[in-house]
């Protein structure tokens, strides 16, 4: 009898919330990802993200001993500056593969988005 509640209880469920092969593959509305600025630079520096899939990248600088006081993405005409120890997010949508740069604010620092 327990089996047979069981598997009617499955069949329900099926039939009220069907799950095709296009919603299980179905891509994420976002990625996210977090570098930290520390002594040693960015960690990590080389962030792999989705073409065509938002991406919100967190930057934390965690020290004075850098001169990365701002983000900069150039490829993405994005520019925010790195208070100490507090998050910032920036957000943005890579639509073409490729590699694509970023950079402190004097140019001396720099990681690489590498988007598949």
């Avoid at 089996?3 to 891509?27: E, G, H, N, Q, Y």
């Avoid at 080389?46 to 990248?57: D, E, F, M, W």
Wanted: glycine share 4%.
């Amino acid at each position: 009898m327990r089996k047979t509640i069981s598997c009617a209880a499955v069949v329900c469920w099926l039939m009220l919330f069907p799950v095709s092969d296009r919603d299980a593959m179905a891509k994420p509305r976002s990625q996210f990802v977090q570098v930290k600025i520390t002594e040693r630079g960015y960690e990590p520096i080389n962030l792999k993200l989705r073409k065509g899939i938002r991406a919100q990248v967190t930057f934390v600088r965690t020290t004075e001993a850098t001169c990365a006081k701002e983000i900069v993405l150039p490829d993405f005409s994005i520019m925010r500056a790195l208070p100490l120890n507090q998050p910032v997010v920036v957000s943005f949508t890579p639509m073409k593969r490729g590699a694509y740069s970023f950079v402190c604010g004097m140019n001396m620092m720099s990681g690489q988005l590498i988007v598949q």
